[in-house]
């Protein structure tokens, strides 16, 4: 009912049609159906009430075209069934004043359906707009909202690159500039939210991960050396999901570049990301040395990776699992549905 109410025909064909025009079309539409169901019923019992369906004519009339429809349909199809079925066949006579009473009382009881019916239809597009109001409102909101969060991503990357500068080379510039990826990642995963056809609040992962790929392609100085493949779905993952899968991505990749191609000049890596079973699977694979059995010289920043790996997996609902040898590394990270 509220969806016919916000139903304003002649509205929507104005200007080509006249609003009065398409408002007495609609009551005559009405006024037809009406009187045809009427004969029928006569058909099948004469003599049984003729009224009862002049108020659903001149309602639904009225909630689809106004006022003007509604009495049009209503008046008509009074006179259409005083002339043919009162006990006086075509004609206006009554045979006694009670029959005048209560054709009488007939147009009242229309008259105020069509005032009750106007009355439900102007409240509904009053409605109607107040809540396109507060949602341009909100849409205002929410473009100046990302409009400053960009600006804020983009100023505490600045920052980060710019102190990775100062620090020349060494662990320090390395730390920064893993967390400026891990900055960019997010930042990324932000701008998703509002481009595109995925649901409100939701990233399509295919362009994501395509375009954080190209990032890291591009923030690792990956010259064609090693290749940097993505191959992603189209899903709308919520934005806290998505997050955390662009920021396992981003460790993946970055420790891969840096530890699976020692001794080596070209290799190539592989992101994948689809659905399986009742999931979706994440798929990083290299084709370098494999992760090798002897333990590694102590550093400032020893398992920080892979503890971030373990943390953003079960942000994002999943399980990882690494298989490693010669003919490189894969790691599979399933997630839930």
Not at 18 to 28: D, E, K, M, N, S
Not at 180 to 197: K, N, Q, T
Not at 274 to 283: C, E, K, P, Q, S
């Amino acid at each position: 009912m509220r969806g016919i109410g916000e139903l304003d025909l002649p509205e929507r064909l104005a200007p080509a049609i006249p609003r009065w025009a398409t408002a007495i079309g609609v009551g005559l539409l009405a006024t037809a159906c009406a009187g045809s169901v009427l004969f029928l019923l006569d058909m099948l019992a004469p003599g049984g009430g003729v009224f009862p369906l002049v108020f659903p004519a001149a309602m639904i009339a009225t909630l689809f075209a106004g006022r003007l429809a509604g009495a049009t349909a209503g008046t008509l199809t009074i006179l259409f069934a005083w002339y043919y079925f009162l006990p006086l066949p075509n004609s206006f006579r009554f045979e006694t004043p009670a029959q005048a009473v209560s054709v009488a009382m007939v147009y009242i009881a229309c008259a105020i359906t069509i005032a009750l019916a106007e009355f439900f239809r102007r409240s509904v597009q009053r409605a109607t707009r107040e809540r396109d109001r507060q949602i341009a409102e909100r849409d205002l909101f929410l473009e100046e909202f990302e409009h400053r969060v960009k600006n804020n991503f983009t100023l505490v990357a600045s920052l980060l690159d710019m102190q990775r500068r100062r620090a020349g080379q060494g662990e320090t510039a390395e730390a920064l500039g893993a967390a400026l990826a891990r900055i960019e990642s997010i930042a990324r995963a932000h701008r998703h939210l509002y481009r595109g056809a995925s649901a409100p609040g939701t990233v399509d992962m295919a362009t994501y991960l395509q375009e954080l790929c190209t990032a890291l392609a591009e923030a690792l100085s990956l010259r064609g050396a090693i290749a940097l493949d993505c191959d992603a779905d189209h899903a709308a993952l919520p934005r806290d999901r998505a997050v955390s899968i662009g920021l396992v991505v981003n460790e993946l990749v970055t420790n891969a570049v840096k530890h699976a191609f020692a001794g080596r000049d070209t290799g190539a890596i592989r992101v994948g990301f689809g659905a399986h079973d009742a999931g979706w699977r994440l798929v990083v694979a290299d084709n370098g040395t494999g992760i090798s059995p002897e333990p590694r010289a102590p550093r400032g920043d020893s398992g920080l990776g892979q503890r971030l790996i373990d943390g953003f997996v079960r942000q994002a609902r999943g399980t990882v699992k690494t298989e490693s040898g010669p003919e490189g590394t894969t790691v599979t990270v399933e997630l839930e549905g």
